[in-house]
């Protein structure tokens, strides 16, 4: 994980950019586009997201590190999971 802001907000965009071009491939591609869109959102995201282990996720010592390196801006610990839930629903198999 990038030790500053600047570049976890860099990699997070990086990762929103390869969604969209999968996203729009998947549109694009007319062989059962909405099916895969479909497949991502209602199975595969909620699959990557019931894998997140939240008793770890929410540890005090998690807790006090977003805390500490948020200055005031608790989204960052957000981006990041919402990042590892993109790149896992968009994993090629």
Same mark, same amino acid.
């Given at each position: ?7 976890l907000m860099h990699e997070v965009l990086l990762s929103c950019g390869e969604f969209e071009?999968?996203?729009? @491939?998947?549109? #694009?591609?007319?062989? &059962?586009?909405?099916? $895969?869109?479909? /497949? ?5 995201? %909620?699959? +990557? ?15 006090? @590190?977003?805390? #500490?390196?948020?200055? &005031?801006?608790?989204? $960052?610990?957000? /981006? ?5 839930? %993109?790149? +896992? ?5």
């Open positions: 994980m990038p030790g500053d802001r600047g570049a071009k999968d996203f729009a @491939a998947a549109l #694009d591609s007319g062989k &059962g586009g909405g099916e $895969t869109i479909r /497949v991502i959102f209602e199975e595969k995201l %909620v699959a +990557a997201l019931r894998a997140l282990n939240m008793r770890e996720f929410y540890s005090a010592k998690n807790v006090k @590190a977003v805390i #500490d390196a948020a200055d &005031g801006y608790v989204i $960052t610990r957000v /981006v990041v999971v919402v990042r590892d839930a %993109v790149r +896992a629903c968009c994993a090629k198999s």
